[in-house]
């Protein structure tokens, strides 16, 4: 069966690639958008959750009102949602990445005040809100915020965000310095009984390794003669399982 010239050239055209292929590709972007902003704000989202909470329940019982109201938790329910909200909005920022090269405390205290910063004003934003909700002029705000407002408890709950913030990323830093993988293992998993070191002694290990590879280039590693290579070799052996009887 001869094959028509005319069509051999012409291009193929998938049905896929038409206007319902273009909108069934634009929905799976944003799904996938959304999914993956979901799942940035979801640890900070529980973490705060669990604190305002404890927060929250701490409070009562220091006042003794052990008849704990259902409202106050919500309240604190919300707040961990507007204070993952606010993580978000702060992890879009460029600029959260400036200290990546500094000492480990200045990446934990500048997006920690990156994000109390977001917080105070998304608080104030929310405030805002409900102001106008109740049926308030946009221009008496600032005399609300004088007047009636309770600065008081706004600051209070202010630096308790601060504090947890602060627990919150240097536990955050920590996971990305040594990644999810091995946070696990070393909360969760125990050493086998196979290798030489336990857990301290094979992070310090780690520690030396990682400053000798600051220190020399990998021409030094490779020369069988240079004190770096025994260095290494020294390190290697003491992270290796210990050998067999």
Sequence with gaps: MKSNPLLEGAPH???????????????????ARILHE????????????????FIVLTTN???ANYAVAVSNFMLATVA??????????????????????????????????VYWVA?????LAERF?????????????????????????FIAISLWIFVLFLIYVTASEFSQLLGPREMRRLLFASRPSGLQLNRRQRARELMRLNQLADEHEIAAFRD?????????????????RAPRP
Excluded: C
């Design 13 to 31: 055209t998938d049905v896929s690639s038409g206007p319902a292929g273009a909108v069934s590709t634009l929905w799976r972007r944003i799904g």
């Design 38 to 53: 979901l799942r940035e704000a979801l640890p900070p989202t529980i973490f705060f959750f669990v604190g305002f909470n």
């Design 61 to 63: 019982l220091l006042v």
């Design 80 to 113: 961990a949602l507007v204070v993952g909200k606010a993580v978000i909005t702060a992890n879009a920022m460029p600029f959260l990445k400036l200290f990546d090269r500094a000492p480990l405390i200045q990446p934990i205290l500048f997006k920690t005040a």
């Design 119 to 123: 917080v105070f004003f998304t608080r």
């Design 129 to 153: 809100v409900h102001f106008l909700i109740d049926g308030n002029r946009p221009w008496d705000f600032g005399a609300y915020l004088i007047s009636s407002f309770s600065w008081h408890r």
């Design 224 to 240: 069988p003669d240079s004190p770096a290579h025994h260095k290494l070799v020294e390190i290697i052996e003491r992270l290796a």
